[in-house]
């Protein structure tokens, strides 16, 4: 009876994300879902499109079905992120996070809460781990893969609310099939990120950008005012590769520093 006290909370949120990429360092939320788990049941709902800073890739619409016609009157991060805090904090406690590889969504998750000042430090159960403990004869343990072998019935995939709502079933499902078994298992544990508050962009490279723009009539969608200093520095680097250096002559300041800009 004590090591059943002691499987999850009956209470968790379970999470899913959409992004430009599979890098938290480099790439943006594009959609982020939500669902509130309350003794089996779902009692709340969070879903928000993010608007990237510039447009998202082809490959990125194909997999999620998101347009950049879709993300161009979504809010951008820091707008959602006061809403999702107040969804995760219904209550006094901090519920523990629930996804597939939830390690990836919680890594984006707390760099941009960071980055906009928030503390964000949570308990996570990741259902990826226990489809490898348990779902061993899978050669594939995708979410997908996971849900067909459990026969969860799924809605589109990679979009973030289904794909929360996919991971719920999955720990709601296992835990029936094997919680008594390995009760250990099923508890949260500590989520590990390790992040630092981004700096801005310095004036420089913002000059550096809007020359480059100038002279090689670069058309783009990146809003040059958001980018952060290593944002800005791989762009910088994107562009150069792409269009050459600028010319001394070309530069809109005369006295910049060796070593002050990368370029």
Same mark, same amino acid.
């Given at each position: 009876?004590?090591?059943?006290?002691?499987?999850?909370?009956?209470?968790y949120?379970?999470?899913?994300l959409?992004?430009?990429?599979l890098?938290?360092?480099k790439?943006q939320?594009?959609?982020i879902?939500?669902?509130?788990?309350?003794?089996? %049941?779902?009692?709340?709902?969070?879903?928000?499109?993010?608007?990237p800073?510039?447009?998202?890739?082809?490959?990125?619409?194909?997999?999620?079905?998101?347009?950049?016609e879709?993300?161009?009157?979504?809010?951008?991060?820091?707008?959602?992120?006061?809403?999702?805090?107040?969804f995760?904090?219904?209550?006094?406690?901090?519920?523990?996070?629930?996804?597939?590889?939830?390690?990836?969504?919680?890594?984006? !998750?707390?760099?941009?809460?960071?980055?906009?000042?928030?503390?964000?430090?949570r308990?996570?159960?990741?259902?990826? /781990?226990?489809?490898? /403990?348990?779902c061993?004869?899978?050669?594939?343990?995708? !979410?997908?893969?996971?849900?067909?072998?459990?026969?969860?019935?799924?809605?589109?995939?990679?979009?973030?609310?289904?794909?929360? %709502?996919?991971?719920?079933?999955?720990?709601?499902?296992?835990?029936?099939?094997?919680?008594?078994?390995?009760?250990?298992?099923?508890?949260?544990? $500590? !989520?590990?990120?390790q992040? /630092?508050?981004?700096?801005?962009?310095?004036?420089?490279?913002?000059?550096?950008?809007?020359?480059?723009?100038?002279?090689?009539?670069?058309?783009?969608?990146?809003?040059?005012?958001?980018?952060?200093?290593?944002?800005?520095?791989?762009?910088?680097?994107?562009?150069?590769?792409?269009?050459? /250096?600028?010319? $001394?002559?070309?530069?809109?300041?005369?006295?910049?520093?060796?070593?002050?800009?990368h370029?």
């Amino acid at each position: 009876m004590e090591a059943e006290q002691k499987i999850i909370p009956d209470c968790y949120i379970a999470i899913d994300l959409e992004t430009t990429g599979l890098d938290a360092k480099k790439d943006q939320i594009i959609e982020i879902g939500a669902v509130r788990m309350e003794y089996g %049941r779902e009692t709340a709902v969070f879903s928000r499109l993010v608007r990237p800073n510039g447009e998202i890739g082809e490959r990125v619409q194909q997999l999620t079905k998101i347009t950049n016609e879709m993300l161009q009157t979504a809010p951008y991060i820091e707008e959602v992120l006061p809403d999702l805090a107040a969804f995760e904090l219904m209550d006094v406690s901090k519920l523990p996070l629930v996804g597939h590889n939830v390690l990836f969504d919680y890594s984006f !998750l707390k760099r941009a809460m960071v980055n906009y000042g928030y503390a964000y430090e949570r308990m996570g159960i990741d259902t990826l /781990k226990l489809a490898r /403990k348990f779902c061993n004869q899978l050669e594939r343990k995708n !979410l997908d893969a996971v849900c067909a072998f459990l026969e969860i019935p799924m809605e589109q995939h990679h979009r973030a609310v289904n794909d929360a %709502r996919a991971a719920a079933s999955i720990l709601e499902k296992l835990k029936q099939m094997y919680c008594k078994q390995d009760p250990e298992a099923f508890l949260p544990r $500590p !989520l590990i990120y390790q992040v /630092k508050r981004a700096q801005l962009l310095t004036k420089h490279q913002k000059e550096y950008l809007n020359d480059l723009i100038k002279c090689n009539r670069i058309k783009h969608t990146v809003d040059i005012e958001r980018l952060t200093r290593a944002e800005a520095s791989r762009l910088t680097d994107q562009w150069i590769q792409e269009y050459g /250096k600028l010319a $001394p002559e070309q530069k809109s300041w005369r006295k910049e520093k060796e070593g002050e800009i990368h370029v």
